[in-house]
Nanobody, 127 residues
């Protein structure tokens, strides 16, 4: 069975940094498109960042561009989200997700196109 397990969340002050990790098992990680999404209470789940199978394509939401960096280590079956200059509006549950095989560009941004999801990790940013 496929498992995606996030870690690295916590409570920090505005301006601080966190690095989230997502460890994958039960799938061919090196051929999977990976993404990070977040959801705050009362809001829709939103796209944060995505990464292609080889790591060469890394789209970001406009709200995090320049502050967040997505990366992957296919040897360790792990995807990361480095979050710098955190803001209170970044507060949310962050989840990683996987798509099997290749994806057209628009699929990176669309939660419904992902096949597998982790349970999420809470990130809280105080002003």
């Amino acid at each position: 069975q496929v498992q995606l397990v996030e870690s690295g969340g916590g409570s920090v002050q505005a301006g601080d940094s966190l690095r989230l990790s997502c460890a994958a098992s039960g799938l061919t990680f090196s051929t999977s498109v990976m993404g990070w999404f977040r959801q705050a209470p009362g809001k829709e789940r939103e796209f944060v960042a995505g990464i292609s199978r080889g790591g060469g394509f890394t789209p970001y939401a406009d709200s995090v561009k320049g502050r967040f960096t997505i990366s992957r280590d296919n040897a360790r079956n792990t995807v990361y989200l480095q979050m710098n200059s955190l803001k209170p509006e970044d507060t949310a549950v962050y989840s990683c997700a996987a798509q099997k095989g290749s994806a057209i560009t628009s699929y990176y941004y669309t939660a419904a196109r992902y096949d597998y999801w982790g349970q999420g990790t809470q990130v809280t940013v105080s002003s």
